[in-house]
């Protein structure tokens, strides 16, 4: 088959690692005989420095004609201490969000096996831990107008909206996908303080009629923040809203003891977009040194959801344990010899074809 990918490597470490996923791409189509035609389009401050916009037009445009999204990492120091900067390059990935209507951000977390010592919490708590958070993506506080400054300058607001149909959509995957996994889902609210939460709540408890078979729980975010450290295994598929969902999956990355594996999906109305969950690590571009897998078992998840090649995305992540078995693997989790972003993305590439 044929597909269209539009890759955006975004800033920092983003062109080095989106490099690493389309090789890995690339072995896959040769192996099981598909086609790829990539277009590459700016975004972040690299688009800002192109184009004066985070998210051009033409980068919209190359997304919306495109069967899937590859995104590397946004963020330029240069733009963090500066409150009063009139773009940032955060900018573009929430108009990406928004135009593309990417409503659910799907991060899974699972542990591999060689790197559980790795992680700050105890071996046996976090071995076998596998859950997904689904994350609402274009709402919430992120988006909820009014927002801004008095005219004195000495107040600041924010909002947070949600309409009935937003949380309708995302509970209405996050069931679904718990029906595909282990049938548990935890929906995370405020419900004791927030009218949005108690409307997430009131919206979750109407449905959860025609997912019967789902089992449901309800936890505020406080003691979900705290249960995920306590006893992660407890979970399967949690839902919740868009800041919660943020600020949640930083804190599940580093149970798994390995930022730079996960991978996320961003889908919804139009084109899914595919990316790590980590940043765009300033401090390594340029180095080859960055941690290329959460990119490339992002484009697992791509094979997997956006473009439904179960086997594709199998044979990647097979490569990827493999790679972590030899110990073939960047600084950030080598203990013996550490091998270069690059290098890490020809092997697993070898490892695809000659398998
Ligand atoms: C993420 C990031 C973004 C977010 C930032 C860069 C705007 O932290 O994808 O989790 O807050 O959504
Ligand atoms: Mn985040």
Same mark, same amino acid.
């Given at each position: 088959?044929?597909?269209?990918?539009?890759?955006?490597?975004?800033?920092?470490?983003? =062109?080095?690692?989106?490099?690493?996923?389309?090789?890995?791409? #690339? !072995?896959?189509?040769?192996? &099981? $005989?598909?086609?790829? @035609?990539?277009?590459?389009?700016?975004?972040?401050?690299?688009a800002?420095?192109?184009t004066?916009d =985070?998210f051009p037009e033409e980068t919209?445009?190359?997304?919306? #004609? !495109?069967?899937?999204?590859? &995104? $590397?990492?946004?963020? @330029?120091?240069?733009?963090?201490?500066?409150?009063?900067?009139?773009?940032?390059?955060?900018?573009?990935?929430?108009?990406?969000?928004?135009?593309?209507?990417?409503?659910?951000?799907?991060?899974?977390?699972?542990?591999?096996?060689?790197?559980?010592?790795?992680?700050?919490?105890?071996?046996?708590?976090?071995?076998?831990?596998?859950?997904?958070?689904?994350?609402?993506?274009?709402?919430?506080?992120?988006?909820?107008?009014?927002?801004?400054?008095?005219?004195?300058?000495?107040?600041?607001?924010?909002?947070?909206?949600?309409?009935?149909?937003?949380?309708?959509?995302?509970?209405?995957?996050?069931?679904?996908?718990?029906?595909?996994?282990?049938?548990?889902?935890?929906?995370?609210?405020?419900?004791?303080?927030?009218?949005?939460?108690?409307?997430?709540?009131?919206?979750?408890?109407?449905?959860?009629?025609?997912?019967?078979?789902?089992?449901?729980?309800?936890?505020?975010?406080?003691?979900?923040?705290?249960?995920?450290?306590?006893?992660?295994?407890?979970?399967?598929?949690?839902?919740?809203?868009?800041?919660?969902?943020?600020?949640?999956?930083?804190?599940?990355?580093?149970?798994?003891?390995?930022?730079?594996?996960?991978?996320?999906?961003?889908?919804?109305?139009?084109?899914?977009?595919?990316?790590?969950?980590?940043?765009?690590?300033?401090?390594?571009?340029?180095?080859?040194?960055?941690?290329?897998?959460?990119?490339?078992?992002?484009?697992?998840?791509?094979?997997?959801?956006?473009?439904?090649?179960?086997?594709?995305?199998?044979?990647?992540?097979?490569?990827?344990?493999?790679?972590?078995?030899?110990?073939?693997?960047?600084?950030?989790?080598?203990?013996?010899?550490?091998?270069?972003?690059?290098?890490?993305?020809?092997?697993?590439?070898?490892?695809?074809?000659?398998?």
């Open positions: 088959m044929q597909f269209k990918i539009a890759t955006l490597p975004g800033d920092g470490i983003g =062109p080095e690692i989106i490099e690493q996923a389309v090789k890995v791409v #690339n !072995a896959i189509g040769e192996k &099981f $005989g598909h086609q790829f @035609d990539y277009q590459h389009a700016v975004v972040g401050a690299a800002i420095d192109a004066g =985070p919209y445009e190359a997304c919306k #004609n !495109a069967d899937a999204v590859l &995104f $590397g990492a946004i963020g @330029d120091p240069k733009y963090d201490n500066d409150p009063k900067a009139k773009v940032r390059p955060e900018q573009g990935l929430l108009a990406m969000r928004k135009k593309l209507g990417l409503y659910a951000n799907i991060r899974p977390v699972s542990t591999f096996k060689s790197l559980l010592h790795k992680s700050p919490l105890r071996t046996d708590l976090v071995d076998g831990a596998d859950f997904v958070v689904i994350r609402e993506l274009t709402g919430g506080i992120y988006f909820g107008q009014p927002r801004g400054r008095s005219e004195d300058q000495n107040t600041a607001f924010d909002t947070c909206v949600y309409t009935k149909e937003e949380v309708q959509r995302i509970v209405k995957l996050a069931f679904e996908y718990a029906g595909k996994r282990n049938k548990k889902l935890t929906a995370v609210d405020k419900a004791n303080v927030l009218a949005t939460s108690r409307l997430w709540r009131e919206t979750v408890q109407e449905m959860a009629g025609d997912f019967a078979d789902i089992e449901l729980e309800y936890m505020f975010v406080d003691n979900a923040a705290m249960q995920m450290i306590q006893w992660p295994k407890r979970f399967d598929v949690i839902v919740t809203e868009n800041m919660f969902g943020d600020i949640l999956t930083d804190e599940a990355s580093v149970i798994t003891g390995s930022l730079g594996l996960l991978p996320s999906a961003s889908v919804g109305i139009q084109t899914s977009v595919f990316e790590p969950i980590h940043g765009s690590y300033p401090q390594a571009a340029g180095k080859n040194i960055a941690n290329p897998l959460g990119t490339v078992l992002s484009a697992a998840l791509m094979f997997e959801l956006g473009l439904d090649l179960q086997d594709e995305a199998k044979a990647i992540r097979e490569a990827v344990d493999a790679s972590l078995e030899e110990k073939v693997v960047t600084e950030d989790i080598a203990e013996g010899k550490a091998y270069s972003t690059s290098a890490v993305g020809d092997w697993l590439a070898e490892y695809i074809l000659k398998k």
